[in-house]
């Protein structure tokens, strides 16, 4: 088993410029997350979903969009990238209820 | 409205001297609490969880945690570290509802000395 995967690893944009960033997982979770991670501040969480075809706003959901068409993959959208959005994103899944989050190995976002 | 607090940002110890790195949380309802794990460059790794069984929890690495109520603090110990357990470590508590959300501290960096 991957575990939950996350592409790219690593990207570069300009302001003002679009990207989707991609986390699947092989588990069959049903719960997905995406979070942001920013020095001295922890892990905060983005947008999350408990099924397929259904999404919800975390602690820090403006400037980025989610869909989770497929109950294996969760993606992450920023429409019009603003430096403000620097950070390492990890994805995360799993099962229903409380025995922990499987993550990630992060993707790296400088925005210039 | 569930709350962490990681009560140092910074911890350095020599190798072979015990570890302890303190959490105190804040919760409306009897909490799930995890600790987890980020070497550099990595992922999280769930270390150990507290689930409202036993109030001692044994994780991976000879890492263990206690669960006191009275306190609100579940903090996170080892008895001898090791260079390898240099790395930062987030106390979590789950979040309301059953969506699993998680509620993450701001993170203490454990530093191991030779």
């Known amino acids: 088993n991957a575990g939950v995967t996350q592409t790219p690893k690593f990207r570069v944009l300009k302001t003002g410029q679009s990207m989707t960033l991609l986390c699947a997982q092989d588990m069959n979770h049903e719960y997905m997350y995406w979070y942001r991670q920013d020095p001295g501040m922890g892990l905060r969480l983005i947008h999350y979903s408990v099924g397929e075809g259904t999404t919800a706003k975390g602690e820090v959901p403006d400037g980025y969009n989610v869909s989770r068409l497929k109950k294996q993959n969760f993606l992450l959208g920023l429409e019009s990238a603003a430096p403000s959005q620097t950070s390492v994103y990890f994805c995360?899944?799993?099962?229903?209820?409380?025995?922990?989050?499987?993550f990630g190995p992060g993707t790296r976002l400088t925005v210039t | 409205a569930q709350s962490v607090t990681q009560l140092d940002s910074h911890v350095s110890v020599s190798e072979g001297t015990p570890v302890l790195l303190r959490c105190n949380y804040s919760?409306?309802?009897?909490?799930?609490l995890f600790w987890y794990v980020q070497h550099p460059n990595k992922g999280l790794q769930l270390l150990l969880k507290?689930?409202?069984?036993?109030?001692l929890v044994k994780g991976i690495n000879g890492f263990e945690a206690e669960f006191k109520k009275s306190e609100t603090s579940f903090h996170l110990t080892k008895p001898s570290a090791h260079m390898s357990d240099a790395a930062e470590y987030f106390c979590?508590?789950?979040?309301?509802?059953?969506?699993?959300?998680?509620?993450f501290g701001q993170g203490t960096t454990l530093q191991v000395k030779p």
């Open positions: 995360a899944s799993s099962y229903p209820g409380t025995k922990g989050q499987y």
């Open positions: 919760s409306s309802y009897s909490p799930s």
């Open positions: 979590v508590v789950s979040g309301s509802g059953n969506t699993g959300k998680l509620i």
């Open positions: 507290y689930t409202s069984a036993a109030t």
